[in-house]
């Protein structure tokens, strides 16, 4: 399909040379003294902890970009390579609260609540890829990231995205992953866990820990993407166009560094850009400012070939209301038609702070929609049916065509949440809105298939090496 552009050509290039201007006259202040020795050597300039960046050296290094990106899975079925299997959709991630299922009453989200969502994750097939959506309140103080990983690999199959700390709590993860996968071997060959930092702070700082990861995780070969978040008003300029060339200067400096740590390292172009609201300084995910963004940031990365996505079909909303509903589609339409291959959608609402089943349910569909719109539409002579139509011919019913019967479950998205119903038979099935609706396909999904995806010996020994882990069990929502 072709793709809308919210730029024209010389826009993008004018960004494009924006950003290159930057990285040459103001550069970044890099505060991880490794990855500015790293720029040093591959020809920056690098005065105390300021980095610039040389026209020539930044285009030297995007020639390297891989055009491609691939989401492993620790079944291969749901392997995920983009662009050729986009729209990908992947869970919003790390919210610290929750709606509790059965209460309805946010909370602080819990390691039994990630094993949930991980079951749920799994069976919806609108989903490709479980980044862990929210913290985990009762983790231990030094097993932070574990106590998120490990209920997530106990009930998703799905590819995994995970973001760590420091190196001991990286060390953790890959012991994990090694421990599951049989052997380290056995998972650099397969490597089923996606990392993924924001080492750039906007405005123009690369900070410690999550460069640090970023280069650790480039040099070994393994599955990582940086995100950048530059947002206007707050930390980009309160313009479209500014930050755009800010962000577009981040992600090529971060990029810079993945190529000169190890070239030829796939990555994402890939964003969480807003536009503050002044009067509140609130962070407006939901904004339709931050689809017209991703929009934009779309043809940036078509621009450099290489995939793109973000945190995009998000909503300001605290509950199911036509709010959540008109901020997560107009966004999430917005960057399906403009060619984004990686959304960050499901399940959160109040600006990415709070997780609702409910929500992750409703944004499956969703989701199933805009796969639906990439597939676009079919031209065979079969499909325009031009004979058909002369053989039914004015007056005459199409309903009982064998073309008709053909294509009646493949042509349309089949929904199971949006109600088509008449009011009549609408309120004979109770009158639900849909939430409620939403909340039942929740609790169906939480009585069946309930089994843990890891071995009751495999679990042993991870509950033996990580000694005082939570227990990350599937309860029941009774």
Same mark, same amino acid.
């Given at each position: 399909?072709?793709?809308? #552009? =919210? ?15 930057? *990285?040459?006259? /103001? %550069? ?21 902890? !300021? /980095? ?9 290094? !995007? ?24 729209? &990908? ?58 106590? !998120? ?32 996968? %049989?052997?380290? @071997? ?13 080492? &750039? ?69 890939? #964003? ?35 995939? &793109? ?38 399940? =959160? ?38 004979? *058909?139509?002369?053989?039914? @011919? ?10 008709? &019967? ?18 009549? #038979?609408?309120?004979?099935? %109770? ?5 409620? !609706? ?23 020994? =991870? ?16």
């Amino acid at each position: 399909m072709s793709f809308a #552009t =919210l730029l024209a050509q010389e826009q993008v290039e004018r960004i494009h040379d924006a950003a290159l201007e930057i *990285l040459e006259d /103001v %550069g970044l202040k890099v505060r991880y003294e490794p990855a500015r020795e790293i720029f040093k050597q591959h020809g920056c300039i690098v005065e105390d902890e !300021r /980095v610039k960046f040389p026209r020539a050296v930044v285009e030297k290094y !995007r020639k390297m970009y891989p055009p491609s990106f691939t989401f492993y899975a620790r079944d291969p079925k749901f392997d995920k390579t983009i662009p050729q299997d986009s729209p &990908v959709i992947v869970t919003a991630s790390s919210a610290p609260d929750i709606l509790d299922p059965v209460t309805g009453r946010e909370r602080r989200a819990e390691s039994g609540d990630i094993a949930r969502i991980a079951h749920l994750i799994n069976e919806l097939p609108g989903y490709d890829i479980f980044s862990i959506s929210t913290l985990a309140d009762d983790a231990p103080a030094d097993q932070f990231t574990i106590s !998120r990983l490990y209920p997530a690999l106990k009930y998703c199959l799905k590819p995994i995205r995970v973001t760590t700390t420091d190196r001991k709590d990286t060390n953790s993860v890959m012991k994990m992953a090694y421990m599951v996968a %049989g052997g380290e @071997g056995a998972y650099k060959e397969h490597p089923f866990l996606t990392h993924h930092y924001c080492p &750039v702070v906007s405005p123009l700082t690369m900070d410690n820990l999550s460069t640090e990861n970023v280069i650790y995780f480039a040099k070994e070969g393994l599955p990582v993407y940086p995100t950048i978040v530059p947002n206007a008003g707050l930390t980009s300029p309160m313009s479209m166009a500014g930050t755009l060339a800010q962000g577009n200067a981040e992600f090529l400096a971060a990029a810079t560094l993945m190529q000169m740590a190890k070239e030829g390292t796939p990555l994402i172009y890939a #964003t969480l850009a807003t536009v503050a609201d002044m009067r509140s300084g609130a962070y407006t995910s939901g904004g339709i400012e931050c689809g017209m963004l991703h929009m934009a940031f779309a043809q940036l990365a078509r621009f450099y070939n290489v995939p &793109v996505g973000g945190y995009i079909g998000l909503t300001n909303a605290k509950i199911n209301d036509a709010q959540a509903g008109y901020e997560t589609g107009m966004s999430a339409m917005g960057g399906t038609v403009a060619g984004m291959d990686m959304f960050n959608i499901g399940g =959160l609402i109040d600006a990415l702070k709070t997780f609702d089943f409910a929500k992750a349910v409703i944004d499956d569909e969703v989701a199933q929609m805009m796969k639906r719109v990439k597939r676009g539409i079919n031209f065979s002579d079969d499909d325009l049916a031009l004979g *058909l139509i002369k053989e039914i @011919g004015p007056g005459g019913s199409f309903i009982v065509a064998k073309h008709t &019967v053909k294509r009646m479950k493949t042509e349309v998205v089949m929904t199971k949440l949006a109600d088509r119903d008449s009011r009549t #038979t609408w309120e004979k099935k %109770g009158s639900m809105d849909i939430h409620t !609706r939403a909340m039942k396909r929740v609790k169906e999904i939480m009585d069946s298939n309930t089994t843990p995806l890891i071995s009751p010996e495999l679990d042993a020994k =991870l509950r033996a090496e990580f000694t005082g882990m939570v227990a990350g069990e599937l309860k029941s929502m009774e």
